[in-house]
Every structure is written in C-alpha cells, then in structure tokens.
C-alpha cells in the first residue's frame, strides 16, 4: 500500500507563501486521487484542496480559493499544496490523503490513506 510523507510546513509571517510536498512511496502516486485536509485541535478535519489522478480537474475550498493551489508531478511521485497570501486562520495540521478512483473526492472518508501531517503556523 501507498506511504504518504507530508514535507515543506512551517513558521511563516502573515501574507507570506509556503509549499506543502506529498511525496508517496510503496506505491505509484498516479493511481490516486489526492487531497489536502487541515486541523486544528478541537476541530474536525477540514477539506482544503483536491486533485484528480490525472491531474486535469481540482478543486478547493472557498476558505482558501485564489490563494491555495494543488498541483501533481506524477514523475516525481509528489503532490504539492502552494500556499500564497496565508492567513492566522490557515494555521493547522495539514494531511495529505490518498484515494481510489477517477474523480474529485471533498470528503475525508473518501480517502484510504493518509499521511502523518506537517505543521503550518502563519503568525500575524
């Protein structure tokens, strides 16, 4: 089965950028539909962003639309998450997640794999 290692999270600024890398092991990244989910502690993990296994159709949440962007490199096995103009409010646990199928999936329970997360924390 797929391993997911989520990288690239952080102490950042308000305004400032960061990119989150979801490098898979044990198992080929194209076969997936990817997504990108955050917590925080007390809160139910949030849908953020998601991509189809091909790549050609995403889709994120409204919290973060224009500013988040999910992108594949099947190539490299790696799905990235570009953060722009982040936010207090984007402070969280971020997750990738790795899931069957040929479409877009919102919903967590979709999902049949999952990393450990990486912090992200945007100071004001």
């Known amino acids: 089965q797929v391993q997911l290692v989520e990288s690239g999270g952080g102490l950042v600024q308000a305004g400032g950028s960061l990119r989150l890398s979801c490098a898979a092991s044990?198992?080929?990244?194209?076969?997936?539909?990817v997504g990108w989910f955050r917590q925080t502690p007390g809160k139910e993990r949030e849908f953020v962003a998601a991509i189809t296994r091909s790549g050609d159709t995403t889709d994120d949440a409204d919290s973060v639309k224009g500013r988040f962007t999910i992108s594949r490199d099947n190539a490299k096995n790696t799905v990235y998450l570009q953060m722009n103009s982040l936010k207090p409010e984007d402070t969280a646990l971020y997750y990738c997640?790795?899931?069957?199928?040929?479409?877009?999936?919102?919903?967590?329970?979709?999902?049949?794999?999952w990393g450990q997360g990486t912090q992200v924390t945007v100071s004001s």
């Open positions: 044990g198992g080929t990244v194209s076969a997936y539909a």
């Open positions: 997640a790795a899931g069957y199928g040929y479409r877009l999936y919102l919903r967590s329970s979709e999902y049949a794999y």
